[in-house]
């Protein structure tokens, strides 16, 4: 039993350091990344917008 | 009630209060305040206008459902945790700690093993974004047949709308129990409303606003559930913990049938077999996460979202975990409260076992820091949610409708996808709210979601990886996997009277995984396909 319970601790503090880790991570640099995305996504808006995709053209 | 007034960090809690004047713990007493409910408040209106802002960066189906396929890794990592790390999975989790103590966590070795394989093998994965395709049935029709699309799809929306179906439920006992309120009418409508709000900014935005509500949501309920779990820590103490080992019979070996505790059910050698095959399966093809998969940049992030994935994985279930196991050690240590959580499993319907942890949480977590976690949680479920009606609604318009009406423009597509998640919403507040569940939470999700991945697992890694896997193989194990359907817990019980039998939902999982894979190689072998398939989404060697 207290194998079992020495495994499980460890695999607890594992756990919660590492997605500590993973926080911070995401963190650092999420919102350059989500600039960029946002910025991919509004640069395909604008280029469909100037060329004015035929919306109701049957796609297969 | 004051934060921590009720105990020390010591496991005799039951003599804390007795004789000294101070009031006893009853079962309902919360730290749920007007602040905490501002908090909530505030916090959901912003996700509104989110919605509604991200509306700009919509312009075509691939935007709304892939988010142009334009995110990076940090994006992709958080968006994915903040779909999977919802509400349900906290409070499943919770469930099983609290059933079965320090046992259930091989399933969140057994997770994070598998996703950890997954994203340095890159298996399926790497080939599934290699193929440039929006949907796992797409692959279907890529790689066998338009038929074999369709008949997919169905059984996946079935797969997933069932296995959705108690979310409502288990969202609104969470706020049942935390919040003290206990009158079931009210909590009806709250849930109703969360859901309406679900659907107004998933139907707006589609993935854009998806993902940019779960990077801040998984930022948010990241940083809650840490801190959360140490003043749950904090609460108990480790001799608290260690209680569980040396006076409450805790339940330590998984491999062990018999649970010591007796306030739930064994696990043992087969449950282990059973849960390893459908976490690894749901690691690869369940729906949200391949959806993740493919909207990656390239196939090597996708690869590598998985490897990081893995913590995310881990952690979702493990601290979970963490809360139930000590929800038993404060209900194991007072006999009186845990006979009154008892009586009331038995007597009213809005309180099971999963309400365990939040009514726990309730008493120990300061108010202020109760509502940011309470936001977490709720923002989660709606994640949750966002992220499962945009999948299944995707999959009706592309894989089910446009196949069998035809040429359908980008309009109407995202028309039809719009109805179908109202439609769906409404189906999950109606078996919300009617079905009872007759085990733990998490094996019904693992009987429904066997009904798809059963049938999904050979038909695409054969697809993948063998070149004779034929459409009518893929079809047999598709249609295969409904006979998951019997392992829902009224089936079992019809089953068991009608054969005089003793099978529960175990066997017929894995008996369902095993006729969906012969079949497919059988049905592959006798009936091949008249030409050879293209190859398709093969890694390409460097």
Redesign the interface.
């Known amino acids: 039993?207290?194998v079992?319970?020495t495994i499980?601790t460890l695999?607890?503090l594992?756990?919660?350091l590492?997605?500590?880790?993973?926080?911070v991570?995401?963190?650092y640099?999420?919102k350059a990344?989500?600039r960029?995305?946002?910025n991919?996504?509004?640069a395909?808006?604008d280029e469909?917008?100037a060329h004015e995709?035929?919306?109701?053209?049957?796609?297969? | 009630m004051k934060p921590f007034s009720c105990f020390s960090r010591n496991p005799d809690f039951r003599h804390q209060n007795e004789g000294q004047g101070r009031p006893v713990i009853s079962l309902y007493d919360t730290n749920f305040t007007w602040l905490d409910w501002s908090i909530v408040a505030c916090y959901l209106l912003s996700s509104v206008v989110i919605g509604l802002w991200a509306n700009?960066?919509?312009?075509?189906l691939s935007?709304y459902l892939v988010?142009?396929r334009?995110?990076?890794?940090?994006?992709a990592?958080?968006t994915m945790?903040g779909t999977e790390l919802g509400l349900v999975t906290v409070m499943y989790m919770a469930e099983l700690g609290f059933m079965q103590q320090?046992?259930s966590?091989y399933l969140?070795?057994l997770e994070?093993g598998s996703v950890l394989v997954i994203g340095l093998t890159g298996f399926v994965v790497y080939r599934l974004r290699e193929s440039s395709i929006m949907t796992i049935p797409e692959y279907y029709e890529k790689r066998y047949s338009q038929k074999v699309r369709v008949v997919g799809a169905i059984v996946m929306v079935v797969s997933g709308v069932l296995n959705m179906g108690l979310f409502l439920k288990a969202g609104s006992q969470f706020l049942t129990a935390i919040s003290g309120l206990q009158d079931e009418m009210s909590l009806k409508l709250i849930m109703t409303g969360l859901l309406l709000l679900v659907l107004f900014y998933t139907v707006l935005g589609g993935m854009?606003s998806v993902?940019?509500t779960d990077?801040i949501q998984?930022?948010i309920l990241?940083?809650g559930?840490?801190i959360v779990?140490g003043v749950v820590f904090w609460s108990i103490g480790w001799e608290g913990f260690s209680a569980i080992?040396t006076e409450q019979n805790g339940y330590?070996?998984p491999f062990d049938p018999n649970n010591p505790s007796g306030k739930g059910p064994g696990i043992g050698w087969l449950q282990i077999i059973q849960m390893t095959i459908v976490i690894g399966s749901a690691a690869m093809l369940w729906p949200t996460s391949a959806a993740r998969t493919l909207s990656c940049q390239s196939a090597a992030v996708a690869q590598k979202l998985y490897t990081?994935s893995s913590?995310?994985f881990?952690?979702r279930r493990?601290?979970p975990v963490?809360w139930g196991i000590g929800t038993f050690a404060f209900f194991a240590s007072q006999p009186q409260l845990f006979a009154e959580f008892e009586h009331a499993v038995e007597t009213n319907a809005s309180i099971t076992s999963l309400s365990a942890m939040p009514l726990f949480l309730a008493k120990v977590v300061p108010t202020g820091l109760l509502g940011l976690v309470t936001a977490g949680m709720i923002a989660a479920f709606m994640s949750t949610h966002d992220s499962y009606l945009l999948c299944w609604s995707g999959v009706i318009t592309q894989d089910i409708v446009a196949p069998i009406v035809?040429?359908?423009?980008?309009?109407?597509r995202i028309l039809v996808t719009r109805i179908a998640i109202f439609v769906i919403g409404a189906m999950l507040l109606v078996w919300g709210l009617w079905y009872e569940v007759s085990s733990d939470l998490w094996g019904y999700l693992a009987v429904t979601g066997t009904v798809y991945l059963s049938g999904a697992i050979p038909t695409v890694v054969g697809g993948l990886y063998w070149k004779r896997g034929s459409q009518i193989g893929a079809l047999a194990a598709i249609l295969g996997g409904l006979l998951g359907l019997s392992a829902m817990g009224p089936c079992v019980e019809v089953i068991n009277g009608s054969f005089s039998l003793n099978v529960n939902g175990t066997h017929l999982t894995l008996l369902t995984f095993a006729f969906s894979a012969v079949v497919y190689v059988a049905g592959s072998l006798l009936f091949p396909d008249n030409s050879q398939p293209e190859s398709v989404g093969s890694k390409t060697d460097s």
């Open positions: 039993m207290y079992w319970m499980w695999l607890l594992t756990s919660g590492a997605f500590l880790v993973v926080l991570y995401v963190s640099g999420v990344e989500l960029e995305t946002l991919d996504l509004k395909d808006v469909s917008r995709e035929i919306l109701d053209r049957p796609i297969e | 700009r960066y919509v312009g075509n935007d988010a142009g334009k995110l990076r890794l940090r994006l990592l958080a945790t320090y046992a966590l969140a070795f994070a854009v993902v940019i990077l998984f930022l990241g940083t559930m840490l779990t080992a330590f070996n990081l913590v995310s881990l952690a493990a601290l963490f035809g040429p359908m423009s980008q309009r109407s």
